[in-house]
């Protein structure tokens, strides 16, 4: 019992050592425990195979059978199959079948050794129990809001089923990185400051941005040979004044945009790409300046230049945002932590995998290959 106490000491302290890190929050006020009762992350599927019919191939004291290996791309096989015949199909299926075995054998093989070197009486249940409680107390570290924990981890390209995944995992392999991630050398502020700099347009740096519909009408295109003493100007000025005051009894002005307007975003209904404010020369200048007197869903009134007419309806306006490095300095060490240990994790599974050997293989691939050419519907 002893044993299993301080195993599990240990596990915690390595676990966490891979969670994101919300220290600040934790100076926070006590989360209420009912609150942390209401919260129920999505639990992590079984990271091991389970043998479910076909050729079975042996593994460690475990097993792939071929439907694991083809049933998760049959799709791709079906497509595959219809257009090539089964050498074509068997050169562009290879990889996948290879790889995917490839990575079976590795989870089997990694688990049985991370297993092995488990205490006695320290179950998958018991792991599972430790991942499960670690997580609720990383979220109350984080203030106990579930939905903002969720979009930091989207933030940081992960999702809660892959973060209980990571997590899992790194308590079972613990045993083999202990000893680099005890020497592991502290994160100095002068390389948070340059991850902090390397990140920040990404992560931290939000130009402004201006969105809006524009119907152009550029007077020297509406030059009519059967009158070719026509004010082009006054065309153009009319025609503005008509389509204002259409828009403003209720015509879409989408429509009147594909119609009228004569610059390239016609066809679009007008609609321009997002603006930075102070990135457009003269005259379109004009519409910028207009865009910062309305809100979301406004027109202007139209709007003269010399050569150009403009009527403008804001789509969006988003303001820049800047978070400096003493706003989120907690938020880029926990970055920083997490891509060093991914890379720790990363390089021993490449080094692991590397030493795989599946030419034993050869003859279970061949009949995964085949099979999944018939399944699609495919004839030998």
Not at 6 to 24: D, P, R, T
Not at 43 to 61: A, H, R, T
Not at 289 to 316: C, Q, R, T, W, Y
């Amino acid at each position: 019992m002893k044993t299993k106490k301080i195993f599990l000491v240990l596990v915690i302290g390595l676990a966490m050592s891979f969670f994101y890190g919300c220290e600040e929050a934790a100076k926070g006020p006590a989360v209420d425990p009912a609150l942390l009762d209401s919260i129920t992350p999505p639990k992590e599927m079984n990271e091991m195979p389970i043998p479910s019919g076909g050729l079975v191939l042996s593994v460690e004291n475990s097993a792939v059978t071929s439907d694991e290996i083809i049933n998760p791309y049959m799709p791709r096989f079906k497509e595959l199959t219809k257009e090539q015949d089964f050498e074509k199909f068997r050169t562009a299926a290879m990889p996948v079948i290879t790889n995917t075995l490839l990575q079976k054998v590795f989870d089997i093989k990694i688990y049985e050794k991370a297993k092995a070197a488990l205490p006695e009486g320290i179950t998958d249940e018991v792991i599972s129990k430790i991942v499960d409680e670690e997580v609720q107390k990383f979220i109350a570290r984080c203030g106990g809001n579930y939905s903002e924990v969720e979009k930091l981890l989207g933030q940081m390209g992960t999702d809660w089923q892959q973060f209980y995944k990571e997590q899992r995992r790194a308590i079972l392999i613990q045993s083999f990185i202990s000893e680099e991630l005890k020497d592991e050398k502290p994160i100095t502020h002068s390389e948070l400051i340059a991850y902090y700099d390397k990140i920040k347009d990404k992560s931290y740096e939000q130009k402004a941005a201006l969105t809006f519909r524009v119907i152009d009408i550029q007077p020297y295109s509406l030059h009519d040979s059967n009158d070719p003493n026509a004010n082009l100007q006054e065309k153009a000025e009319q025609l503005a004044a008509e389509l204002s005051d259409r828009i403003k009894k209720g015509e879409d002005f989408n429509e009147l945009a594909k119609k009228y307007s004569q610059d390239l975003t016609a066809k679009d209904g007008g609609l321009w790409k997002p603006v930075v404010p102070g990135s457009l020369g003269k005259p379109y200048d004009l519409i910028e300046k207009a865009s910062m007197d309305l809100k979301a869903g406004d027109v202007s009134e139209p709007i003269k230049s010399s050569n150009h007419i403009f009527i403008v309806k804001l789509v969006d306006r988003k303001d820049g945002i800047s978070k400096s490095f003493d706003d989120v300095q907690t938020e880029v060490e926990a970055r920083m932590q997490l891509e060093k240990r991914r890379k720790m994790v990363s390089d021993m599974m490449d080094k692991t995998i590397a030493q795989i050997d599946l030419t034993y293989a050869d003859q279970f691939i061949e009949y995964c290959l085949e099979k999944a050419y018939v399944d699609s519907g495919g004839k030998l």
